[in-house]
């Protein structure tokens, strides 16, 4: 048998570091809808990456924004904002690539 | 280098499984009291309350926690032992699939007993047979030395590197359990010595008070087939390990017991008994006086039952005119015993031959010299192409 898969783990036990973020399922393409950030709101608070299922948020030093390859789009983010500065917004609306 | 020649002490089986535990320096002990296994749980809280084996013992309400005691701290680091029995075994099998899962090597003492469905406070290995699924290693042990020698071979194997896996050692309760045999116990110093290739391999990853990591968190997709890729392909190479350190066992203490299997008389054997447990030792009696008979018959008796011996047992019966299989369990649904349900998996690499099954030694029944000389009797008759029954249940004719 040949191998042509590559693995996830880095160890022969199932072990995952959550600060290289859980990010290994394609769960992007879940995605019905994507959190748009109205950057005036945000505080810059992290509450959203904290709550973020698949923690995919990243840090861009004065906001948080979405990492479309891995956000499924479940709006946690926008409903714990405490400034409501996350909008869900259907894929439908967008026409680029995500 | 040889081992010194340790203490010979008069010792049940379970008292013997104690001082094995204890000779390999377990740091976290949690086990549930179940007959026929309690004495294993009694014996070694004694030598916590002594002073003589330095553990943790976590005194839990029930078997399922006691496994995930044991994962828990395997996975923080620690050596760990436990033993269990029968509805003890089944209560924790969630545990004995993630302990598996997540490639824990706990080292577990399971002392076979029938299982719930009827009430039989009695030997069988039906426990065993209804967990061999879980991903453990299992292996069958015959008397109360072996019992000693393959606990401190199990954490050789469950913690090698290339292994992480936990171990399952089965012994036959009552038969085992209460019996009081000689057994020589080795060497503190020895047991250290024999254990110490363990401490030069590289870390297995483990908790870290602050670090986020965990095991077994995710592994959905890819994620899950990688991880059962490598736990299937870790139990592969295991049978080859396990062979090894029984080598390595026998140069060092002088005691070895074949490994995977243990061939007794099977080189010119046209025949051959295939047994496991306590019960192997009365068929090589009954081997012997046929054998004055005339009869040429071997026995094989199975020690790894998972992973599944394949090559060994093709090297050994290849080209035998007929294999009779004796089964201390069932395998409901399937009308032959477990053990030769799966040897007929592997007929064709051993060759067209009849492989009589037989049920015998549930519930405490005794595997007696009459009903085995039975066995060699037929199996003897359809080698040489005599009409045989495919399945006999002893006790029932």
């Known amino acids: ?98 | 280098m040889k081992a010194k020649k340790g203490k010979v002490s008069v010792l049940t089986g379970n008292y013997t499984t104690a001082y094995a535990a204890r000779l390999c320096r377990p740091e976290v002990i949690a086990a549930y009291p179940i007959t026929p296994q309690s004495e294993v749980a009694e014996q070694l809280s004694s030598f916590v309350a002594d002073g003589s084996l330095d553990a943790e013992i976590v005194e839990v309400e029930g078997e399922n926690s006691a496994m995930n005691v044991c994962r828990a701290a395997s996975l923080a680091g620690a050596r760990v032992f436990t033993a269990t029995s029968s509805y003890g075994l089944v209560y924790m099998y969630d545990t004995l699939l993630e302990t598996a899962g997540f490639r824990a090597p706990v080292v577990m003492a399971n002392v076979n007993r029938e299982t719930p469905g009827i009430h039989a406070v009695s030997s069988g290995q039906q426990d065993m047979i209804s967990t061999r699924d879980s991903g453990w290693i299992q292996i069958i042990v015959e008397n109360n030395q072996e019992i000693i020698d393959q606990i401190i071979m199990s954490y050789r194997l469950a913690e090698d590197y290339d292994i992480q896996l936990p171990i399952m050692v089965n012994y036959d309760g009552y038969y085992l359990s209460y019996l009081s045999e000689a057994v020589e116990i080795p060497e503190q110093s020895d047991v250290d010595a024999f254990l110490a290739p363990l401490k030069k391999q590289p870390q297995r990853p483990r908790l870290i008070p602050g670090a986020s990591t965990g095991c077994g968190t995710h592994g959905m997709e890819m994620g899950y087939v990688e991880a059962r890729y490598k736990h299937w392909s870790a139990l592969e190479r295991a049978k080859q390990k396990v062979d090894d350190i029984d080598k390595e066992f026998g140069e060092y203490f002088g005691r070895s017991y074949g490994g995977q299997i243990e061939e007794y008389k099977t080189a010119d054997a046209e025949i051959v008994i295939l047994a496991s447990g306590s019960a192997a030792g009365s068929v090589k009696t009954v081997i012997d006086a046929k054998r004055a008979e005339g009869i040429k018959v071997g026995l094989v008796k199975q020690r790894l039952f998972r992973p599944y011996p394949e090559e060994r047992l093709i090297q050994a019966l290849k080209g035998k005119k007929a294999v009779g299989v004796i089964d201390r369990s069932l395998c409901f649904g399937w009308k032959y015993g477990p053990m030769c349900m799966e040897l007929k998996a592997i007929a064709p690499d051993i060759g067209s031959m009849p492989i009589l099954s037989y049920i015998d030694g549930l519930a405490n029944l005794d595997i007696t010299i009459p009903h085995i000389s039975r066995v060699v009797d037929e199996v003897n008759a359809a080698a040489k192409g005599k009409a045989y029954q495919d399945v006999t249940w002893i006790p029932m004719e």
Not at chain 1, 44 to 66: F, I, N, R, S, V
Request: charged residues 25%.
């Open chain 1, 1 to 98: 048998m040949v191998i042509k898969h590559k693995n996830i783990f880095k160890t022969e036990s199932p072990w995952s570091d959550a600060n290289q973020l859980m990010l290994c399922l394609d769960t992007g393409s879940w995605r019905t809808e994507r959190p748009v950030l109205d950057k005036a709101k945000c505080n810059y608070c992290g509450l959203c990456a904290l709550y973020c299922p698949p923690q995919c948020m990243k840090d861009m030093g004065d906001h948080y924004e979405a990492d479309l390859a891995f956000c499924k789009g479940c709006g946690i983010c926008a409903h714990e904002c405490p400034k409501q500065a996350y909008t869900m917004s259907p894929e439908g609306d967008f026409t680029n690539e995500s």
